[in-house]
């Protein structure tokens, strides 16, 4: 079953509470190697994002998307604003005109977020980024959807992977970023942002079982 504009708004303000809920914890983890707003930051932007809902309802899943990533990045400072803008708007432009979001859709959703988090950010899997939870939350998507899973089958395999991700990043050095700075001292440190954007994709996932898809 498809998601539709409703599930989108759903997963919006899921993501919210999310990242109200988990304000501290993301700002102490960077705290440890970075500059300790990435949890106010996140938590300011959706928030921002959440009082903007209602005005979304009646715009197309498309707009609410684009909406989304034009809050986050004029609303967020530091460099999670622009990433997660971006992600949002190109997951937007990727689905204009698509009144229903199918399993492949959100694939499409999946590959255009990460190509706009790469276009800004210049990054690559093993820098200790959000890509490294994204990426590979990303493929098992995709091979779920292939192999015949519903979206939030998918979505449970994509969430795993994206937390084996995040795990991964507190074995390797971050090479972009503040965090970059620290050179060896990152290491054994878990990623903010490979955390905050699993939270996204749980967030999903969440909508997903509400919706029963
Ligand atoms: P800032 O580093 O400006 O304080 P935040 O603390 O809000 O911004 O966000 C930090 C997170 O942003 C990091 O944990 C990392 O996941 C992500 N990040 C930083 N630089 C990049 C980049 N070039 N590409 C992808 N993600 C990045
Ligand atoms: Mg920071």
């Known amino acids: 079953m498809a998601a539709t504009k409703k599930d989108v708004l759903n997963f919006v303000q899921i993501f919210d509470q999310k990242m109200e809920e ?6 102490d983890m960077d705290q440890a190697i970075g500059d300790g707003d990435h949890g106010i ?3 300011r932007g959706m928030k921002a994002v959440g009082e903007k809902l209602p005005t ?3 715009k197309t899943i498309d707009a609410i998307l684009k909406g989304v990533g034009m809050t986050l990045v004029s609303t967020v400072g530091g460099a999670s604003g622009p990433l997660y803008g971006t992600a949002f708007m190109r ?4 689905m204009k005109g698509e ?3 199918s399993a492949e859709d959100i694939g499409k959703m999946f590959d255009a977020a990460i190509e706009g988090i790469v276009s800004r950010g210049k990054a690559t899997t093993g820098e200790k980024t959000m890509l490294d939870a994204i990426v590979p939350a990303k493929d098992a998507y995709n091979e779920s959807i292939a192999s015949g899973k519903t979206i939030t ?3 449970t395999v994509a969430e795993k992977a994206a937390w084996k991700g995040v795990d991964y990043t507190k074995t390797i050095k971050a090479t972009k970023g503040r965090a970059s700075y620290l050179g060896d001292r990152s290491i054994g440190f878990q990623d903010p942002g490979a ?5 996204m994709i749980q967030s999903a996932k ?3 079982e509400k919706a029963g898809k």
């Open 153 to 155: 089958e998918a979505l």
């Open 56 to 58: 979304f309802q009646d």
């Open 41 to 43: 930051n996140m938590n």
């Open 195 to 199: 955390t905050s954007i699993t939270y």
């Open 91 to 94: 997951a937007g432009m990727a």
């Open 99 to 101: 009144e229903e979001l």
């Open 206 to 208: 969440e909508a997903g």
């Open 22 to 27: 988990h304000r501290q914890e993301l700002t």
